[in-house]
């Protein structure tokens, strides 16, 4: 081939394409053909090739690292197998072979940190929820506690404020009965109620008349029936007032109606709200002054 | 950062512990050209999952067929890249690509298709960029089809509607320019 031919094939491009690898393997055979016959061929090709190099070079796009992984793993080359490799391999100097152990075990210590973190997280995760459960069992017995705590404490409310009427009527009694203003009146239990028993305070200077709850042991009444306190007077009863059954009194002691004079007193039971005459056959209770 | 640093091994030495199939072989192949190769790829698929699977597959085929590599016939890189621009090429015909591109989103198809036909930079080497820039823009067109959008220069021609020789005139003139500046 002259020389003219030559450059014009040089210069037609088919050895760009031939580098791009856009030739038919009819056209390619043609190529490596001239090449082997022609330094300036060869020549010509290694240059393009070169630049090609060159700009693929300039224009790299670094992949994510897990492509690497990836494709190791896919080929089945372990790591630990390439390091032994490489320090058997006689092709790359000291320097090589440090740099390479050090790039394979960053990419190792990655790996194994998340695979650390992913345990840790999982242990961490167990632990929580072990506690939360714990806690959660603690927090039901403590509202247990509360609970019975409540019922106690309204258990006790009760007896307290049990305790207190109580000691209340008791201490007015006491002071009564020391004191010489009043008298104390006994009535017992009569045909009716034979084991009830009641006391009934009269006052000599005003003649008031009182009752005290804890003195006084009576059977309970219906809800249409409660109990009257009549004073005879000259062989004639005068009502002094109703009172109902124990458990309805807030205050241990009751003021009843006074009375100039009276001979006896006696409790009748009556319906609700009281009779005019007392109704003999429930005569409870009855004391002489 | 040593981490970091590069391998490099001369090619014979490469070529030689590549064809004696040396497993420690792939990662210093790896490490050097693994990015150049992806620069290639991604450039034609910018789907960067799909770009990614190109460079596994071009990696499994070099480690394959490296016995099929003629290094009187060409630079190592050379037949490297072809690999690579070759997967990706198939890659981008394929079902595969195509039913990734059915499966867009609404909302991302418009960046999406926007993105297939343009050519991206990336910005770590806008040095490249204003070299490609500098070129005629005819010839930048030509070696844009060509080189990052994975077509033959018979697709090129047709493309620019222009004659064949034409379009191998502008690849060689293209390439003329880059010697030009790298040397």
């Known amino acids: 081939m002259s020389v003219e031919n030559l450059k014009a094939y040089i210069e037609s491009g088919v050895l760009e394409l031939y580098v791009l690898g856009d030739l038919s393997p009819e056209e390619t055979v043609q190529v490596e053909e001239m090449a082997s016959r022609h330094p300036e061929v060869r020549d010509e090709i290694a240059a393009i090739e070169q630049a090609m190099e060159q700009y693929a070079m300039q224009n790299a796009v670094e992949p994510s690292a897990d492509v690497e992984t990836k494709l190791f793993e896919l080929l089945g080359l372990n790591e630990e197998k390439e390091s032994q490799n490489i320090a058997s391999t006689s092709l790359d100097s000291n320097t090589t072979e440090q740099t390479k152990v050090v790039q394979l075990d960053t990419n190792y210590t990655k790996v194994r940190t998340l695979r650390y973190a992913l345990v840790a997280c999982v242990a961490l995760l167990i632990v929580s929820l072990a506690s939360l459960f714990i806690t959660y069992n603690k927090l039901n017995d403590a509202h247990n506690q509360i609970a019975s705590l409540n019922l106690d404490k309204q258990k006790f409310a009760g007896v307290v404020s049990k305790l207190e009427f109580d000691n209340q009527g008791l201490s007015n009694m006491a002071e009564m009965t020391d004191s010489k203003e009043w008298a104390t009146i006994r009535l017992e239990g009569q045909k009716f109620s034979p084991s009830s028993k009641m006391k009934v305070y009269w006052n000599k200077q005003n003649k008031n008349v009182l009752i005290n709850y804890v003195a006084m042991d009576l059977p309970k009444t219906d809800a249409e029936h409660e109990y009257q306190l009549w004073a005879l007077v000259n062989g004639k009863p005068v009502s002094l007032g109703v009172f109902g059954g124990d458990e309805k009194a807030k205050e241990a002691l009751v003021k009843m109606q006074a009375i100039e004079q009276a001979q006896a007193f006696a409790v009748t039971v009556e319906p609700r709200g009281g009779s005019v005459n007392p109704t003999m056959d429930k005569l409870t209770v009855m004391g002489g002054v | ?183």
């Open chain 2, 1 to 183: 950062m040593s981490a970091l640093k590069k391998i490099t091994l001369s090619e014979p030495e490469l070529v030689l512990a590549l064809q004696s199939k040396d497993p420690a072989i792939l990662k210093t192949l790896y490490s050097m050209y693994s990015s150049s190769l992806y620069g290639v790829i991604s450039r034609i698929i910018t789907h960067t999952e799909l770009a990614e699977d190109v460079l596994q597959e071009t990696f499994v085929k070099i480690w394959q067929s490296a016995s099929h590599y003629d290094n009187t016939k060409g630079r190592l890189f050379t037949w490297m890249m072809n690999i690579a621009r070759n997967l990706s090429i198939d890659k981008l015909r394929s079902k595969d690509f195509k039913n990734s591109l059915k499966n867009q989103d609404i909302e991302n198809n418009v960046s999406f298709v926007d993105d297939q036909n343009k050519v991206t930079f990336n910005p770590d080497v806008l040095g490249v960029k204003q070299l490609v820039e500098n070129l005629k823009p005819d010839l930048q067109a030509v070696l844009d089809l060509v080189y990052y959008k994975g077509f033959t220069h018979v697709e090129a021609a047709e493309k620019l509607e222009l004659p064949l020789g034409t379009v191998k005139t502008r690849i060689r003139l293209a390439i003329i320019e880059l010697r030009r500046n790298f040397n």
